[in-house]
C-alpha cells in the first residue's frame, strides 16, 4: 500500500495531491559510538549546526548514562555522565540533556528508590564545562514516597531567568498497591504499581546552583506513564501531557505558565478517547513566537490516528487537527523546526513492522509532504524515534533498532534533508 493510499483524511488527500514542494533526500546513517545494548536516545541542540545525542548504555554493574557531540559531520567519542546498578532503565520513560541559555547543561536520569518495579526518582546534574565534570546528583522533588516519578520534560527562557525549568509526572498521591494494568492500544502492556491515589504534573525551576524554586502542581489526576513535552512561547512555557479525566477520557491537555503561575488545564481537541489504560503515548510541542504545534496519538472510536493541530494565539486556543496514517498508526511521535516548516516523526504499522515515518508542514501549516524512512520493530525496542532540526536545512533523526542475531537493542543516529524548506 502506497503512503497516499493510508491517508484517510480528505483534507490530507487533497494537500498531498497538490503538493509538488519539499522532496526529502534519502535518510543518511551516521557512525556513533553508542554499541549494543543501547537504547533511550534523546537529541539537544547544542548551537545553530551541532547537537548533542545522549543515551543509556547497558554494562556489566547495570547502567550508564553518556552523551556525545555531532559536529555537522560526524559524532565525537562518549563522554559518561553518570552510571550505576540501580538505574530504571525504559524505553518510554528515557533520560536526557539541555542546554541553558547561558552555556549551562542539565541532565536528568531516572533512579530505583525502593523494591517496587516502578518505585524510582528523577535525578538531576548540571555542568558548567560542557560535559567534562558534573555536579553532584539532587532531585526536583522532595516527597520522599516510593512511588513513580518520571517523564521528565525541560525548557529554558527568558521569562524564567537562569536556570532551567522542568515538569514530571509525580506520583506521590499514589501508592503500591494492586496491579494496574498500563497498555498500548495493541496490548503489549507494561505493569504499574498505582493505589486509590492519581498520578499528578508537578513542576519546578532548576537554579544555576541546583536549588529548587518554585514547586507548583499543574494537574492533580493525568494518564499514568504517558511522556510529557514542554516549550517556549513569546509568552512563556507551555507544557503538554495526557490528560486523565474521571471517567477516564484520556486526551491532551496543555497549561502555560503565566508570570509566575500555571493557567488552568485545556484541551488541545476533545477527542473523547475513553481508555482503562495508560497507552504510553505521549505528545509533541513545538512553539515560536505565537505559533503553537501539538502532535500526538489517539484511538478514539477504535481508529488509531495520529493527529496535529496548530495555534496562533500562544496555545489558548486550537485549529482542528489534521490526521495522518487513520487506521493504522502506532504514535511515539515527536516534532522539530527546520526553517519555517514543522517536522514531524511518528510510527506507522506496516507488514514488516512499524515504519519510522517523517512530514513537513509549510509555515501556514499545511501539509507539505510526507516520507517513508526506515522500517523498525514494532515494538518497545524501537523506542520513541526523536528529531531534531539543523540550521543548514537538515534534520536529525535518532531512534533504536535490534542488531544482530541477538536481537540486543542499539541506538542509530540518521539525517535527511528538505531542499525548499525556507531558512
Known amino acids: 500500500m502506497s503512503s497516499l493510499a493510508r491517508i484517510r483524511s480528505p483534507i490530507l488527500a487533497l494537500a498531498m495531491a497538490l503538493s509538488t514542494l519539499g522532496q526529502a533526500e534519502s535518510l543518511t546513517l ?5 554499541g549494543g545494548p543501547s537504547l533511550a536516545p534523546r537529541l539537544t541542540a547544542l548551537d545553530s549546526d551541532r547537537a548533542l545525542l545522549s543515551w543509556l548504555e547497558v554494562i556489566e554493574a547495570g547502567h550508564r548514562l553518556v552523551v556525545a557531540e555531532f559536529d555537522g559531520e560526524s559524532v565525537g567519542p562518549a563522554q559518561e555522565i553518570s552510571r550505576g546498578n540501580n ?3 525504559n524505553w518510554a520513560d528515557t533520560p536526557g540533556l539541555r542546554v541553558g541559555r547561558d552555556g549551562q547543561w542539565l541532565a536528568h536520569w531516572l533512579v530505583r528508590s525502593g523494591r517496587g518495579t516502578y518505585a524510582y526518582d528523577v535525578v538531576m ?23 513513580e516519578h518520571g517523564f521528565v520534560s525541560t525548557f529554558v527562557g527568558a521569562s524564567i531567568g537562569p536556570g532551567f525549568g522542568a515538569v514530571w509526572l509525580d506520583g506521590r498521591e499514589t501508592e503500591p498497591a494492586a496491579e494496574d494494568r498500563h497498555h498500548d492500544h495493541r496490548q503489549q502492556a507494561d ?11 508537578r513542576s519546578a525551576l532548576i537554579r544555576r546552583d541546583g536549588r529548587i524554586a518554585e514547586s507548583a502542581l499543574l494537574d492533580a489526576r493525568v494518564c499514568d506513564c504517558c511522556p510529557t513535552d514542554a516549550a517556549m512561547t513569546s509568552d512563556g512555557a507551555i507544557v503538554v501531557y495526557r490528560d486523565r479525566s474521571d471517567d477516564e477520557i484520556r486526551d491532551i491537555a496543555l497549561v502555560r505558565r503565566e508570570g509566575l503561575g500555571w493557567s488552568n488545564p485545556i484541551i488541545v481537541h476533545p477527542d473523547g478517547w475513553r481508555i482503562a489504560g495508560c497507552p504510553v503515548n505521549g505528545p509533541a510541542v513545538l512553539a515560536r513566537g505565537s505559533t503553537v504545534v501539538v502532535a500526538w496519538f489517539t484511538m478514539a472510536d477504535e481508529r488509531p490516528r495520529v493527529q496535529l493541530a496548530r495555534s496562533n494565539d500562544g496555545g ?15 504514535g511515539r511521535v515527536d516534532l522539530t523546526w527546520s526553517g519555517e516548516s514543522a517536522v514531524l516523526s511518528w510510527l ?24 517513508d524512512l526506515r522500517t523498525v520493530d514494532d515494538g518497545r525496542i524501537s523506542g520513541v524515534p526523536r528529531v531534531l532540526g539543523l540550521e543548514d536545512g537538515r534534520v536529525l533523526l535518532t531512534w533504536t533498532e535490534s542488531a544482530g542475531e541477538s536481537k540486543r537493542p542499539r541506538v542509530r543516529l540518521g539525517w535527511i534533508r528538505f531542499s525548499d524548506a525556507k531558512m
Do not use: Y
Request: glycine share 10%.
Open 316 to 330: 489558548r486556543s486550537f485549529t482542528a487537527p489534521i490526521e495522518l496514517d487513520g487506521g493504522t498508526a502506532l
Open 191 to 201: 505493569e504499574h504499581r498505582h493505589g486509590s491515589g492519581s498520578m499528578t504534573l
Open 30 to 34: 551516521i557512525e556513533t559510538p553508542a
Open 87 to 89: 538505574f530504571f532503565a
Open 348 to 371: 506507522d504499522e506496516v507488514d514488516a513492522g512499524a515504519m519510522l515515518r517523517i512530514a513537513r508542514l509549510d509555515h501556514r501549516g499545511r501539509l507539505a509532504e510526507r516520507r
Open 125 to 147: 546534574a548540571l555542568s558548567d564545562d560542557q560535559g567534562r565534570h558534573w555536579s553532584d546528583p539532587f532531585s526536583p522533588h522532595d516527597d520522599g514516597t516510593l512511588t
